[in-house]
């Protein structure tokens, strides 16, 4: 019963800039951390960014800098600005959150994942 949708990927070229966005829906009683994981092909999927409920956040060391999470409570999303991309950021980007739903059950949960392609 609960959702999350990511929107915003592409293709880009390097150096360019890209916004996604990851909006929770369903029967949601609270939110703690949101955040972003990748996997390129071939390789395991990796922490980009996540951000707590208040706001705390942690970046992969490839992105520091480069990147930028955040999330707008009220509207139960979170983004990741993306700058200065590189081509090894390629990858498709799943967003989770860590969801208490109306029945106080807690468990993660993830989107179906965006693709975002930087061309060189």
């Known amino acids: 019963q609960v959702q999350l949708v990511e929107s915003g990927g592409g293709l880009v070229q390097a150096g360019g800039s890209l916004r996604l966005s990851c909006a929770a829906s369903?029967?949601?009683?609270?939110?703690?951390?949101m955040g972003w994981y990748r996997q390129a092909p071939g390789n395991s999927r990796e922490l980009v960014a996540s951000?707590?409920?208040?706001?705390?956040?942690n970046y992969a060391g490839s992105v520091k800098g480069r990147f930028t999470i955040s999330r707008d409570s009220a509207k139960n999303t979170v983004y990741l600005q993306m700058n200065s991309l590189k081509p090894e950021d390629t990858a498709v980007y799943y967003c989770?959150?860590?969801?208490?739903?109306?029945?106080?059950?807690?468990?993660?949960?993830w989107g179906k994942g965006t693709l975002v392609t930087v061309s060189s």
């Open positions: 989770y959150a860590n969801i208490k739903d109306s029945f106080a059950y807690t468990r993660d949960y």
């Open positions: 369903g029967s949601i009683r609270s939110i703690n951390t």
């Open positions: 951000i707590t409920s208040i706001s705390s956040t």
